[in-house]
């Protein structure tokens, strides 16, 4: 069983005249890679790659010679391929070709999501009983209190009063460009509108120097933070996680800024995290996913990851070290995970509920990938 063919396409949402920020960049409404593989033997899979930057020239690897190292690959050895992408890295055509290795990491993970999802649905299993199926249902909470121009504190109440007549639970804000005292106020309306039962998590972004964070993690208590995100600048994700876990009982968690497994690995070996959001759309696919949650379990350290709940599910429901997948429900922050599927798993009262059907157990909406895509192969 082999691959015969392949379908590539940018999927981007609507430009948008009140981006959402985060403490120090916008991110885009929708920004994913489409891939599709299809086999000889009539199996099809889709894996997707996310990115807040461009994807262009990450696309038009595959019309530059991807293609024809994927094209004739076992269909149902997933390890194998990816391990001849990510060689690609430091191969000498990388450097012919002009292909960072960034875009190769994630390239290689698109891929390799759908090269699981054909073996899931040979195999006829859903990927999370494929992958251990330790549960079928799995935690969910939702992103939000973005900053927006203009929003001010009756917005953001309004927006969380949306969120909670949707059922979530569990719900998790950001913060960190505004001072310590301002974003204070921005999570006592949000405690305030949803409640002290549900769970609250607080997302930097890597926004704070240590001095800050420090300070803040005296005041978030006043709020009861579940856990505390990307506390730090994108260089502090290790060694200085540490030094500020050492100063907090609140919970520390990182990981979907590393570009590669490696540095994840890295924060379980200092210690410095208690809640890994590694990204399989962004590196590493389900071959890494199922390592680094399986890695994780061993350290004792719980998995969140990163973006795209209904993939990321099949990870957090195979393994006993799997605690919640990120959603987003507001189709104005993200339009595909509303658009994108055709019935997909159910979100209500906190739960997302996976489906049996095999493989990612998602089926593409034809009209959507016309509505937000640009093919390139």
């Known amino acids: 069983m082999k691959i015969s063919e392949i379908e590539v396409y940018i999927l981007g949402g609507p430009e948008d005249a009140r981006p959402h920020w985060v403490s120090h960049f916008p991110v885009p409404a929708a920004n994913e890679l489409l891939v599709v593989l299809h086999s000889d033997a009539g199996v099809s899979g889709f894996g997707l790659g ?63 999501i759908a090269m699981w999802d054909i073996l899931g649905k040979q195999s006829g299993l859903p990927l999370y009983r494929l992958l251990g199926g330790h549960r079928d249902a799995v935690p969910c909470y939702v992103t939000c209190g973005y900053y927006r121009e203009g929003k001010d504190l009756d917005e953001l109440r309004e927006e969380m009063q949306m969120l909670k007549s949707q059922g979530h639970r569990a719900f998790k804000a950001k913060i960190g460009a505004l001072s310590l005292e301002q974003d204070m106020q921005r999570l006592h309306v949000i405690r305030d509108v949803i409640g002290d039962a549900a769970e609250l998590m607080i997302d930097v972004n890597c926004g704070w120097d240590l001095t800050t964070a420090l300070a803040a993690v005296k005041r978030l208590p006043e709020v009861n933070p579940r856990w505390l995100e990307e506390p730090l600048h994108w260089y502090d994700d290790r060694r200085l996680l540490k030094l500020l876990a050492q100063k907090t009982d609140i919970p520390l968690s990182a990981g979907e800024s590393e570009s590669n497994a490696h540095g994840c690995r890295a924060l379980l070996e200092e210690q410095a ?19 680094l949650a399986a890695l994780a379990e061993l350290n004792h350290v719980a998995v969140a990851p990163h973006h795209d709940c209904f993939i990321h599910a099949h990870i957090v429901a195979a393994n006993p070290a799997g605690l ?54």
């Open 273 to 291: 995290i208690q809640i890994l959001q590694f990204d399989c759309t962004r590196m590493g696919g389900f071959t890494m996913g199922r390592k």
């Open 50 to 112: 996310s990115s807040n930057g461009s994807l262009e020239k990450t696309a038009q690897m595959f019309r530059d010679g991807l293609r024809e190292i994927i094209i004739g690959a076992d269909a149902l050895a997933p390890e194998r391929l990816y391990e001849e992408l990510i060689a690609l890295t430091w191969q000498p055509v990388a450097a012919e070709k002009g292909w960072s290795k960034s875009e190769i990491v994630l390239a290689s993970a698109a891929v390799d």
């Open 324 to 377: 919640i997948v990120e959603s987003f429900t507001d189709p104005e922050r993200d339009p595909l995970q509303a658009e994108l599927f055709q019935d997909p798993p159910l979100i209500a009262d906190g739960m997302l509920q996976l489906k049996n059907a095999p493989g990612l157990g998602l089926t593409l909406r034809d009209d959507t990938i016309e509505k937000y895509g640009k093919r390139i192969l």
